[in-house]
């Protein structure tokens, strides 16, 4: 299987200094700042990069199972939210959100509810991370 790359760098203090990222592809590249992290400022950070990450990652999960279990979605939309918190160890992602709504020929909604579940424990990014103590989902059929 292939492996895949990012980049980044930081110069600077940590409150004053910038850093910028890139993939190993070059589709993503940007920048990100402790502004841009902690509070509302322009860029990107981490935790917005594992959002997209977990969005596209679960999206192709359901796909996949959707499919293995005979249905074959129209579109499958994901939106994940990372929660970034500050606790007595410091900074830690406390819980990931993903809402999804997908149109599926076919399906009934407890078999879509089902299916959407064990996509969620068995995309490899909720696999990797694990460590999240909730990743919380909301999945509606359209």
Do not use: Q
Request: glycine fraction near 10%; hydrophobic fraction near 40%; aromatic fraction near 6%.
């Amino acid at each position: 299987m292939a492996v895949r790359s990012a980049e980044a760098t930081w110069t600077g203090s940590l409150r004053e200094g910038a850093g910028s990222v890139k993939t190993g592809s070059g589709a993503v590249e940007g920048s990100y700042s402790f502004p841009s992290r902690f509070e509302d400022g322009t860029g990107t950070n981490p935790e917005e990069l594992i959002a997209a990450a977990h969005a596209g990652c679960y999206s192709m999960a359901l796909t996949a199972d959707l499919g293995r279990g005979g249905y074959e979605p129209k579109s499958v939309h994901t939106v994940a939210k990372v929660h970034l918190e500050r606790g007595d160890g410091g900074f830690s992602i406390t819980k990931i959100e993903l809402h999804t709504e997908a149109e599926v020929p076919n399906i009934d909604a407890a078999a879509f509810a089902e299916i959407a579940e064990k996509a969620k424990v068995n995309c490899p990014i909720s696999k990797a991370l694990a460590a999240v103590p909730s990743i919380e989902l909301n999945a509606t059929l359209k």
